[in-house]
């Protein structure tokens, strides 16, 4: 059962006892360590439900989803086997190189601007003392609206001849770009929705870490004459460290499966400047009905994200600072 | 990945402890540029809703007013009936809340269990089987879709429910952690008690840790609430007859099928946003709560 058995498990006679011991179990008495088979049968009673789905619905597709990667297949037809043909498409067909570029420049412009952004805000919003959930209900409220939502709002505010957003940057003087199509501001067209609604998220992460900084520090550093910087730079950043590290984590992992404001902003059709890597997966696989092909990409972006998060979990021993 | 979602049930603590009562500071010209920014940040986000809203009840010719105006000049409710008459919004209400209810009881039940079994019962292969567990959270979603669509094909769930219902509901590798780390924070000497009275491990289950464990059952149903009400990627893959859409699929097909619809679109980006905004408002500690639980969003 537990990690501390009521029954000591050393006693004299505990090397001859172990399978017999099973059988001796009382009904009303403590479960301990000895009885093994039957812990191990209710085990997988109260795990049956998630262990089904864990083999059926991931662990299963997993495998079958490597074995497609290195498959010629429709889904319908007979499946043959094809080597490195699909991870040779994925790494040369000229669509396909631009969408990885282009899911890279929207994670450099997406991340960034949303973590900067977000402690920004957090940090002023820690220094206000009572209004801190009146202006979290702004902050949050995208949050908790459906992607497609959003994408519909922002289809109207992305419109150069409706779009109020682009009336106000006219009438100060600054290039009002038809975001959506030109090729050059499309994918910050899907950072800008990225970032608004990301945004109410880290900033919440980031208040509980900034909350849980102690006072003690604040107060010690005022002691030594810290200016408001110095305090930011010494003490926040530094204690703030764990937060920064799982926001980059989740939200460079996130960027990279950006997919939904896209699909509504340009449905099946999106132009090579706009199509992310999920785009592709979801158009290969799903529209031309090329599983090996999708297959094989799905799992190179598996592979990029395993291999970011590794970097950024081996890097964090120069960063990131754990109090406890 | 354990270290980071400890971060993520470290930030709920955190947040269970706030409204300390704070001395009222006065007002100095710092925090008042403080409420300034803050204030117009506050608008940023605001704004798209309130242009939706507004926009959902002007007649489509007011929309090329050349600078935009932000109320309508003429109210037309009658966006509402029509976007209602186009696009079954009703029954896309029924089935969004139907998959989402039904998955989030399952899961969060179905999560539950394993959390115990890993927290309190030592079985062969445990610590291995929970970093399996643990693992499979780094999987992307879009990796796994395409083997389980090529599965459920053959099987005809694909254009049905169960496609959506079945695999969010009997897998969630991220719940089962969370639940694993809550189980874990229960006093052992509690089961004890129970266990020498006489009570089963399913009876010590279902009276004694799950109600103990209702504070993080309803963050974690929250949030596996939400995810499904939102969800975008697996309805899209899966649903092909418009009777079976959910809500946000509806808005989609409402967007592509009547493109120069823009006010019918906005009233129903609102019928797709609205609900959930009301609720929000309503109970806004116990959503940001269990959202903040979510480590990576699928």
């Known amino acids: 059962m537990t990690a501390e058995p009521v029954v000591p498990d050393v006693h004299p006679r505990a090397g001859g006892v172990e399978p017999s011991a099973t059988k001796k179990h009382e009904p009303g008495a403590p479960l301990n360590k000895h009885g093994h088979s039957k812990d191990t049968l209710a085990a997988y009673l109260f795990l049956g439900p998630q262990l089904i789905g864990l083999v059926v619905f991931m662990l299963g597709p997993l495998v079958f989803a490597v074995v497609l990667a290195f498959s010629n297949w429709d889904g319908f037809g007979t499946r043959s086997f094809a080597g490195l043909d699909n991870f040779q498409v994925v790494f040369t067909d000229p669509q396909l190189r631009r969408s990885w570029l282009n899911t890279l420049l929207y994670t450099v412009l997406q991340v960034p601007g949303l973590m900067l952004s977000a402690f920004i805000v957090a940090y002023m919003l820690q220094k206000t003392a009572r209004s801190k959930s009146f202006y979290r209900t702004f902050y949050f409220a995208p949050v908790v609206t459906s992607s497609v939502a959003v994408a519909a709002i922002w289809l109207w505010l992305f419109n150069p001849e409706i779009s109020p957003l682009n009336s106000f940057l006219r009438s100060v003087g600054l290039p009002a770009p038809d975001w959506l199509q030109n090729p050059r501001t499309v994918i910050l067209s899907f950072a800008i929705v990225g970032i608004w609604q990301g945004l109410g998220y880290q900033v919440v992460m980031y208040m509980a870490g900034l909350e849980s900084i102690s006072k003690a520090m604040y107060e010690a550093a005022d002691v030594d004459g810290a200016s408001e910087w110095q305090k930011l730079r010494k003490v926040t950043i530094p204690l703030l460290s764990p937060t920064i590290l799982f926001l980059s984590i989740t939200s460079i992992i996130g960027s990279f499966q950006v997919f939904d404001y896209i699909y509504v902003f340009l449905d099946t059709t999106a132009p090579a400047a706009a199509r992310t890597i999920v785009y592709e997966i979801v158009n290969i696989a799903f529209r031309e009905f090329n599983f090996g092909v999708a297959a094989a990409i799905a799992v190179c972006l598996f592979l990029a994200l395993l291999g970011l998060t590794g970097l950024q979990l081996a890097a964090q021993k120069r960063w990131v600072h754990y109090t406890e | ?298």
């Open chain 2, 1 to 298: 990945m354990s270290i980071v979602a400890d971060i993520a049930v470290h930030a709920v603590d955190e947040m269970a402890h706030e409204h300390k009562p704070e001395i009222r500071k006065p007002y100095r010209p710092s925090r008042i540029i403080l409420h300034v920014l803050l204030t117009l940040g506050a608008l940023v986000m605001a704004g798209p809703f309130i242009w939706m809203i507004l926009s959902s009840f002007k007649p489509l010719d007011e929309i090329f007013i050349q600078p935009p105006k932000i109320l309508p000049q003429d109210w037309a409710p009658e966006n509402y009936s029509n976007a209602l008459a186009q696009a079954d919004f009703v029954r896309g209400f029924w089935n969004s809340i139907y998959i989402a209810v039904t998955v989030t009881v399952v899961s969060v039940l179905t999560c539950a269990m394993a959390a115990y079994a890993f927290a309190r019962i030592k079985f062969p292969g445990e610590k291995q089987l929970f970093m399996v567990f643990l693992a499979t959270m780094m999987v992307p979603g879009q990796l796994t879709v395409i083997p389980l669509y090529i599965i459920l094909s053959k099987i005809g769930w694909v254009d049905t429910h169960l496609a959506i219902i079945v695999p969010a509901a009997l897998f969630n590798a991220f719940g089962v952690f969370l639940m694993r780390q809550y189980v874990r924070g229960i006093p052992v000497e509690l089961e004890e008690a129970a266990s020498i009275d006489g009570a089963g491990r399913v009876r010590v289950f279902c009276t004694l840790i799950l109600p103990l464990l209702r504070t993080p059952l309803t963050a974690l149903g929250i949030f596996t609430f939400l995810n499904q009400w939102n969800n975008f990627f697996y309805p899209l893959i899966f649903l092909n007859s418009e009777e079976k859409f959910t809500i946000p699929l509806l808005v989609n097909q409402f967007k592509g099928a009547y493109s120069s619809d823009w006010t019918g679109l906005m009233a129903a980006a609102t019928l797709a946003a609205g609900p959930m905004l009301i609720i929000f408002i309503i109970a806004q500690r116990q959503i940001v709560e269990g959202i903040a639980l979510s480590g990576s969003k699928t």
